[in-house]
């Protein structure tokens, strides 16, 4: 039978359509093997092109000094503009405000063909770095409200360029739906005093059926109520508001974490598109003992469709546990295994 699932997060109901479910291979979408090159000579991320991008933020060197590993640029067609001012304006029904923020584009590779499932755990551990000092500096600005790392892989998932690439914006506020879901753990905490993610670790940890894989300082897993299917978060196990707290030691047990997560998704569903988003706390509370930091992976199997927008709740078609199960069963290089 159907069941209904709530999120505990965000109270938010998901089908879990198991008259219609599918085995996490059937959802396997088979592509044609495609080479890509490893320059392309149009690519305004490719090496020899850093002329063609607005002027560079930071780079990590490469080894050899003599190029680089990773670099940032400011996106040139940015969503928001640093030049604007962060003015409110209310007039009756219509507010607005100046369209002032931060658009980053950090480029992951030099390497055109190479796409981050597949880097080397120091090479991913640099871009969680750029990611960090991108976060720390802007979250020092006093007209940010909100910083949002994130990465879309494939053209259902938004990219417009296949060089790989991730992306950060900036906002002079917090949205609706982040300071929503900041309510709801801040309502949880003042009722039992504990940070409800830190809670449902522990829990998951005891069950272990929806734990893809756990290290000493994070957790992969697939939600109670996953919304999507494999849409996987990766939460640190130590308690932590905003990802800018990540120690050194966190930073390289993510990369590992993150890889090996990429390469299921890479291996076992054969290079899905797929977005991942950071969802840290905003700006301003830094510290906070209600709201904990995690990377939430999305692959994207299904299309939202009308019923998911018309009644905002979602029909997943793949049992959360059958797919935690598929998951850690998909086995990669440098892979860890559950449990632990
Ligand atoms: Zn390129
Ligand atoms: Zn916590």
């Known amino acids: 039978m159907p069941e209904l699932r709530q999120n505990y997060f965000t109270k938010e109901w998901v089908i879990i359509a198991t008259d219609r479910a599918k085995r996490p291979e059937e959802m396997v979408k088979h592509r044609e093997a495609k080479t890509v090159a490893r320059h392309v000579e149009n690519c305004v991320f490719c090496v020899g092109n850093e002329g063609k991008t607005p002027p560079e933020v930071m780079r990590v060197p490469n080894a050899a000094g003599d190029s680089w590993q990773v670099r940032v640029v400011p996106n040139k067609f940015a969503a928001l503009s640093p030049e604007a001012q962060p003015t409110r304006t209310i007039q009756r029904s219509r507010r607005t405000m100046g369209g002032f923020g931060v658009h980053d584009v950090i480029i992951d590779t030099p390497d055109h063909s190479q796409i981050m499932a597949l880097l080397p755990e120091a090479h991913i551990a640099n871009v969680l770095k750029v990611y960090k000092s991108r ?18 892989h494939g053209g259902d998932a938004g990219a417009s360029l296949e060089h790989p690439h991730s992306q950060l914006i900036a906002t002079p506020v917090i949205s609706h739906q982040v300071r929503e879901r900041f309510q709801q753990a801040l309502a949880h905490y003042d ?17 272990q059926s929806r734990i893809v894989l756990a290290t000493d300082h994070f957790v992969a897993m697939e939600l109670f109520a996953s919304p999507t299917p ?13 990802f800018g707290d990540i120690s050194a030691v966190e930073i390289a047990d993510l990369a590992r974490v993150l890889k090996t997560v990429l390469a299921k998704l890479y291996h076992g569903l054969e290079n899905p598109d797929f977005n991942f988003t950071i969802r840290s706390a905003p700006a301003e509370y830094v510290g906070v003992k209600h709201f904990h930091w995690y990377v939430s992976i999305i692959p994207r199997m299904t299309r939202t469709a009308g019923f998911e927008l018309g009644s905002g709740m979602f029909i997943n078609t793949v049992v959360p546990e059958a797919a935690a199960e598929f998951l850690r069963n998909v086995k990669v290089e440098l892979g860890v295994g559950a449990g632990g």
């Open 135 to 152: 976060y720390d500096a802007l979250s020092l600005d006093p007209r940010i409200a909100h910083v949002t790392i994130f990465k879309n």
């Open 230 to 242: 494999f849409c996987t978060p990766i939460y640190p196990r130590r308690h932590m508001a905003s």
């Open 191 to 207: 009722e039992y005093g504990e940070c409800m993610f830190c809670q449902t670790l522990e829990e998951e940890m005891t069950e």
